[in-house]
């Protein structure tokens, strides 16, 4: 079992930048790629960034491409997402995740989910 812990969200005003990290226990992330996800009231859970086990390879929904960074350290069993130049639509319930499966971008490629942490962002 892998246990997941988000943290670092928060309210910031549009076009600043946030921190989120998640950090592992139970079990190492090394072999699983990791995903975060967001969620905003009323509409479906959807895709943010993706990367892989080493690290080597990540992936972003376009929405959030050049703006956000997903990294990992797998030496404190954590995974981070740095969000700069933050956009009001970026406002949700962000969750990490692990996974072994693809598509990496599909939400049931993953078998571990956080409970998330929410990110406001205002005007």
């Known amino acids: 079992q892998v246990q997941l812990v988000e943290s670092g969200g928060g309210s910031v005003q549009a076009g600043g930048s946030l921190r989120l990290s998640c950090a592992a226990s139970?079990?190492?992330?090394?072999?699983?790629?990791m995903g975060w996800f967001r969620q905003a009231p009323g509409k479906e859970r959807e895709f943010v960034a993706a990367?892989?086990?080493?690290?080597?390879?990540?992936y972003y929904a376009d929405s959030v491409k050049g703006r956000f960074t997903i990294s990992r350290d797998n030496a404190k069993n954590t995974v981070y997402l740095q969000m700069n130049s933050l956009k009001l639509e970026d406002a949700a319930a962000y969750s990490c995740?692990?996974?072994?499966?693809?598509?990496?971008?599909?939400?049931?490629?993953?078998?571990?989910w956080g409970q998330g942490t929410q990110v406001t962002v205002s005007s």
């Open positions: 990367i892989s086990s080493g690290g080597g390879m990540t």
């Open positions: 995740a692990a996974g072994a499966r693809l598509p990496y971008s599909d939400a049931f490629s993953y078998a571990y």
């Open positions: 139970g079990r190492t992330l090394s072999t699983y790629t």
